[in-house]
């Protein structure tokens, strides 16, 4: 079946300017998480959404992040006034139960680029 | 906030060799997950381990949850050029959060 998919999969922005990225989340999967991953380093915990719970945004770096999840399948990360550390790879991954930490399926990623 | 400490940070070995990795923390995680990644796509998950002293395998790869919980190994036997990848320990502190805290990765290179 098909797996977590992201779009776009390249983004280069100007710096100042808003980027909105969309994960399209396994059918089914209750919950969906966005990662960020800068060059060569692991992946950092942003955000967490289960089923109609308020999400859990204690990994979002400043208030220039939010996300939502629209009738608990896609969801859009946004980043407003976009800054050059900004500039990383953001991975979303969906499960298909709470607290399933051995489910977590990822997408292939939206590598974002801030000039 | 927590850190987990991976090495080494890359390997460039024969084919044929046995690899080994390992994360370390200063806290206790409840859960060790290995996974790789392939250029341009997500992280995959090879291994989950629930239980301090654990050791599960699967094909070719051995990993344990350390007695402590506080460290965790991979290895990787007989090695064959499509291991090639990054490697990533991830740990979880609690089922109820189920947020992943991530290794630095280890980069393996195989040389045929």
């Known amino acids: 079946g098909a797996g977590v998919s992201q779009s776009p999969s390249n983004k280069v922005t100007e710096k100042g300017k808003d980027v909105e990225l969309r994960c399209d989340p396994i059918?089914?999967?209750?919950?969906l998480y966005w990662y960020r991953q800068s060059l060569g380093q692991g992946l950092e915990f942003l955000i967490y959404?289960?089923?109609?719970?308020?999400?859990?945004k204690s990994g979002l770096p400043s208030d220039r992040f939010s996300a939502e999840r629209t009738g608990g399948s896609v969801s859009t990360l946004t980043i407003q006034r976009t800054q050059q550390e900004d500039s990383a790879v953001y991975l979303c991954?969906?499960?298909?139960?709470?607290?399933?930490?051995?489910?977590?399926?990822f997408g292939p990623g939206t590598r974002l680029t801030v000039l | 906030g927590q850190q987990l400490n991976q090495s080494p940070q890359s390997m460039f070995i024969q084919e044929g060799e046995d690899v080994s990795m390992n994360c370390t923390s200063s806290?206790?995680?409840?859960?060790w997950l290995w996974y790789k990644q392939d250029p341009g796509e997500g992280p995959v998950l090879l291994i989950a381990?629930?239980?301090?002293?654990e050791l599960t395998s699967n094909g070719r790869l051995t990993a344990q949850f350390g007695i402590t919980r506080k460290d965790s190994f991979l290895n990787i036997s007989a090695s064959i050029p499509s291991d090639v990848g990054i490697y990533f320990c991830?740990?979880?502190?609690?089922?109820?959060?189920?947020?992943?805290?991530f290794g630095g990765g280890t980069r393996l290179m195989v040389k045929p």
């Open positions: 991954a969906s499960s298909p139960r709470p607290f399933s930490t051995d489910t977590q399926y």
């Open positions: 059918s089914g999967h209750t919950a």
């Open positions: 959404f289960q089923g109609n719970s308020a999400p859990d």
């Open positions: 806290s206790i995680f409840n859960t």
């Open positions: 381990l629930y239980k301090a002293g």
């Open positions: 991830a740990g979880l502190v609690n089922n109820a959060g189920n947020m992943l805290t």
